[in-house]
């Protein structure tokens, strides 16, 4: 009923950025808190950062001052810019939210958490 699809991942160099993109689709009424989370090969999904449908966003430590999680509600799209990328960045970064189900204007009383495929992210020189 609802779907979320990254985009923006690829090979990047130490020390430079890239854009994530969340989209979401189906049946929506509201998209509440998204996060993105990043898991490397052998390691746990780790939460990077959040972002509440007021604006109130959470990052990681590791994160705090080179990532920007931001969103367009107008678009149903939640974006992660990545600067400053390290080695130890590269991951595979999904995105999650928590979506009202429902549609323009109409809710259906229920919520749902919904996670993407993911996209690769491979920082390298």
């Known amino acids: 009923q609802v779907q979320l699809m990254e985009s923006g991942g690829g090979l990047v160099q130490p020390g430079g950025s890239l854009r994530l993109s969340c989209t979401a689709s189906?049946?929506?009424?509201?998209?509440?808190?998204v996060g993105w989370y990043r898991q490397a090969p052998g390691t746990q999904r780790d939460l990077v950062a959040t972002?509440?449908?007021?604006?109130?966003?959470d990052y990681a430590d590791s994160v705090k001052s080179r990532f920007t999680i931001s969103r367009d509600d107008t678009k149903n799209m939640a974006y992660l810019q990545m600067n400053g990328l390290k080695p130890e960045d590269a991951a595979v970064y999904y995105c999650?939210?928590?979506?009202?189900?429902?549609?323009?204007?109409?809710?259906?009383?229920?919520?749902?958490?919904?996670w993407g495929q993911g996209t690769l992210v491979t920082v390298s020189s």
């Open positions: 189906g049946n929506i009424f509201r998209v509440n808190t």
């Open positions: 999650n939210a928590n979506v009202g189900v429902g549609g323009h204007l109409y809710y259906a009383g229920r919520d749902l958490d919904v």
């Open positions: 972002i509440t449908r007021d604006g109130s966003t």
